[in-house]
């Protein structure tokens, strides 16, 4: 897989300006249609996709199934189905001192997106982002991880294929290109990965006063108390922890068990 040089994601990005700027993504059809095709592409798609992430992580097809493919499918019918009255102008109460006016909230799209993902679920934790840039109305600039370099390259093919570069691109290395990325000006940031790098990518945002969403792992505890159906408990705390090999920013990392339960649980 090589580099995305620096030229090309400022080509890029100075397309995604120019194509924002016609107001062609503002409109609600226009969205729903991208979305749509995105659907379609992921259906098409979906072998390459499945070997993809048996290659890089030894995902097995139900697995890659379950936690990737199906997740962003289902959060594509979602917008499909509510993003007109997500987008649609909401009436507010108007001060007393603007009367006889009226007031009302309308929905714009910020403009060009960055969305980096992380290798841990390399597809649906980029193209779960993309879903809702698509349908917010902007345009995007997707980094995947270079640790699934095989997922990676299926994404970058299935982007290719779907959508004109100037709406939706795709760009591909290591920490050298994120470095470069964070150097340009976007209108939002999503990151999803270490609280480290988080920070980078923040301080990063902060010199262009770009708003960011940070998705980062953390300590995620699990509460067993005096009353819990402990079978039942059990199973769905070793499932969780046990799905996707146990990387997942949610899955439980340690547990407070009621005394009186502790050996009944451990068994």
């Not at 992430?53 to 936690?67: G, I, N, Q, R, V």
């Not at 199906?70 to 009367?99: C, D, F, G, R």
């Not at 698509?134 to 995007?140: E, L, Q, R, V």
Request: charge should be neutral; include cysteine; proline fraction near 5%.
């Amino acid at each position: 897989m090589i580099d995305t040089s620096t030229s090309t994601i400022k080509n890029l990005l100075l397309g995604h300006r120019s194509f924002f700027s016609s107001h062609e993504t503002k409109d609600i059809n226009f969205r729903i249609n991208s979305l749509k095709r995105l659907k379609s592409a992921i259906h098409t798609f979906e072998k390459e996709i499945t070997i993809s992430l048996y290659t890089d992580l030894h995902k097995s097809a139900e697995e890659a199934y379950l936690t990737e493919i199906s997740i962003v499918l289902q959060e594509i019918e979602n917008h499909i189905k509510h993003l007109k009255s997500w987008a649609k102008p909401k009436k507010v109460t108007t001060p007393i001192h603007l009367l006889p006016s009226s007031s009302k909230i309308i929905y714009e799209p910020l403009g060009v997106s960055l969305i980096i993902a992380p290798w841990n679920y390399p597809f649906q934790l980029l193209m779960n982002s993309l879903v809702g840039a698509i349908s917010g109305g902007c345009c995007a600039m997707l980094k995947p991880s270079p640790y699934t370099p095989n997922v990676a390259m299926v994404m970058e093919k299935l982007i290719h294929e779907t959508f004109d570069e100037k709406y939706v691109s795709i760009v591909q290395g290591g920490r050298e290109v994120n470095s470069v990325l964070l150097e340009q000006r976007f209108d939002i940031i999503f990151f999803t990965g270490s609280p480290d790098l988080g920070k980078v990518v923040m301080k990063a945002a902060a010199n262009f006063l770009t708003p960011v969403v940070l998705e980062l792992g953390g300590k995620s505890p699990c509460i067993v108390d005096a009353s819990a159906n402990i079978d039942v408990a059990a199973k769905r705390i070793a499932w969780g922890k046990m799905i996707n090999a146990g990387q997942t920013c949610i899955a439980p990392d340690y547990l407070f068990v009621h005394d009186s339960v502790k050996t009944e649980f451990l068994q």
